[in-house]
């Protein structure tokens, strides 16, 4: 078969691989603990189970307008005013299967071939993905442990050309479980405010596990709004990966196009979901506060087990549910580190190149897991660095 020459262009996200070779194992009779993907362990809570339930009942089974259920656009919109303080109307927001949709939608309506897009990295894989599908130029913006992988305004502002059209930002981050100041976020604004070309792509879909204070919109500067596409969804706050909803909450002028695209690819996100994604955001927020404080819990010792073991360093997440350690002294490529940590040590993780190539030296691990299970994997991990370090 010969297949369109821009599929050479489509990346991966190898947490996906790494799961499946991992239940392969897990099938020979191995025991693994799952690091690797990226979803919280907790169930999604009841009372969006019965808004589900009911909704299927009710006869929520067919077509729906293509930006989403108008009440749950009306939830998302005022859920966005609430927690970033912008004022935004339903008619901003179009509700995805997922929050994907949201990255290629925008990059389809914006980015022409040749135009350059900023992204950070380490960063979530599928930005540089899509930005080389589109035919645009990536650029990244390096993320350093140094400064605990927080972004560098002067540097950033070094990398704007006559030919960038946008820039991503991720806050909190995925790997590095940063997350960005109000003076940084701040700093960025004063720094896009005068460039009327650039636009913004805020991904926020971690902005409800943030372990002081709460979520930090560039789209809440003054003046920003106007060019700032919010990403955001249901998976990861409310643990709901599998229900596949997402949304973005875009300028005004951007909302027809971006329609379009949905019309022509998803036609809309499934009707029942969407009910119990009212649910989500208008019922009790317990179980959501709970699970933070869990994760809290989890990334402590994580990261205090981590900064036990010889050889690796580890800043300490402030969102997000992923420790991004550094294992440059072990002599080992992290993809090395990955294939010997499910081979030898049976703990599945991820290689910090799969979020680029600032991220080579780091390997990220998910504590969405007990902390039993933490601990089993740690005391494997110090094993598997003990036996590296000795052999060098």
């Known amino acids: 078969m010969t297949v369109a020459r821009r599929m050479d262009r489509l990346g991966s996200e190898s947490a996906f691989e790494v799961m499946a070779r991992a239940r392969a194992l897990e099938a020979e009779g191995r025991d693994i603990v799952h690091l690797e993907i990226g979803e919280p362990d907790f169930p999604t809570p009841p009372h969006i189970v019965e808004a589900g339930v009911e909704a299927l009942r009710e006869g929520y089974t067919h077509y729906g307008p293509t930006?989403?259920?108008p009440e749950l656009r009306e939830a998302i919109a005022a859920h966005v005013q609430r927690t970033r303080g912008v004022a935004v109307g339903p008619d901003q927001v179009v509700v995805t299967p997922g929050g994907k949709p949201i990255?290629?939608?925008?990059?389809?309506a914006l980015?022409?071939?040749?135009?350059?897009?900023?992204?950070?990295?380490?960063?979530f894989p599928i930005y540089e993905s899509m930005i080389r599908y589109v035919g645009a130029r990536p650029v990244p913006m390096r993320l350093d442990q140094a400064s605990g992988f927080h972004?560098?305004?002067d540097d950033l502002a070094s990398r704007i050309t006559d030919r960038t059209r946008l820039v991503v930002l991720n806050s909190p981050n995925n790997p590095c479980g940063s997350v960005m100041s109000y003076a940084e976020v701040a700093g960025l604004a004063s720094i896009l405010r005068g460039r009327d070309r650039v636009y913004v792509l805020s991904d926020e879909i971690y902005s409800g596990i943030v372990y002081t204070g709460g979520p930090r919109s560039i789209a809440a500067e003054p003046g920003m709004m106007e060019r700032t596409i919010i990403l955001d969804g249901f998976s990861k706050s409310y643990a709901m990966t599998g229900?596949?909803?997402g949304y973005g909450v875009f300028p005004p002028e951007l909302v027809p196009h971006i329609v379009k695209l949905a019309v022509n690819s998803v036609s809309c996100a499934a009707t029942f979901t969407q009910r119990a994604a009212i649910a989500a955001l208008?019922?009790?927020q317990d179980a959501t506060r709970a699970m933070v404080e869990e994760f809290r819990r989890r990334r402590d010792f994580m990261v205090e087990g981590l900064r036990a073991i010889p050889h690796l360093t580890c800043a300490e997440p402030e969102g997000a549910f992923y420790a991004f350690p550094n294992i440059s002294k072990l002599g080992v490529s992290s993809a090395r580190f990955e294939e010997l940590a499910l081979q030898e040590a049976g703990v599945a993780l991820l290689g910090g190149q799969a979020f680029g190539r600032f991220g080579e030296g780091h390997v990220r691990l998910s504590y969405a897991n007990s902390l039993e299970n933490i601990a089993h994997a740690l005391e494997r991990l110090g094993d598997l660095v003990r036996r590296l370090a000795g052999s060098r």
Do not use: K, S
């Open 103 to 108: 990255i290629f939608f925008t990059l389809l």
């Open 282 to 284: 208008q019922g009790p």
């Open 111 to 123: 980015v022409q071939q040749g135009d350059e897009v900023i992204f950070p990295n380490p960063g």
């Open 67 to 69: 930006a989403g259920d």
């Open 151 to 153: 972004v560098d305004l």
């Open 243 to 245: 229900w596949r909803l």
